[in-house]
Nanobody, 125 residues
Framework: VQLQASGGGLVQAGGSLPLSCAAS????????MGWFRQAPGKEREFVSA????????HYSDTVKGRFTISRDHAENTVYLQMNNLKPEDTAVYYC???????????????????WGKGTLVTVSS
């Protein structure tokens, strides 16, 4: 199983970036897929997740209203559209898969079994 995140880069504050994460090795349509991020010197934090088979979407309070998560089951890919980016959004962004996908586990990194290598997003002020 491999997860390959892409789309990171440098953007000015107020700008937008789309991230994508392609999964290979198995089909994840029944699983929850999520995004986490880790800024320098900080712990990894939950950003957003989408449950399997057209399930619900979830966001951290810091990105709600600015980021949108979606997925393409046919392509086994999850997306994160990031708008109105702020310097505090600067971090390495990781995609991950949560096989259980139950609601109580959706924000907990420990419940995600598969992780991509991450893609760096830098937002300049």
């Amino acid at each position: 199983v491999q997860l390959q995140a892409s789309g990171g880069g440098l953007v000015q504050a107020g700008g937008s970036l789309p991230l994508s994460c392609a999964a290979s090795g198995r089909t994840f349509s029944n699983y929850a897929m999520g995004w986490f991020r880790q800024a320098p010197g900080k712990e990894r934090e939950f950003v957003s997740a989408i449950r399997g088979n057209g399930g619900s979407t979830h966001y951290s309070d810091t990105v709600k209203g600015r980021f949108t998560i979606s997925r393409d089951h046919a392509e086994n890919t999850v997306y994160l559209q990031m708008n109105n980016l702020k310097p505090e959004d600067t971090a390495v962004y990781y995609c991950a898969v949560n096989p259980g996908g139950i609601l109580s586990s959706i924000r907990r990194a420990s419940q995600y079994d598969y992780w991509g290598k991450g893609t760096l997003v830098t937002v300049s002020s």
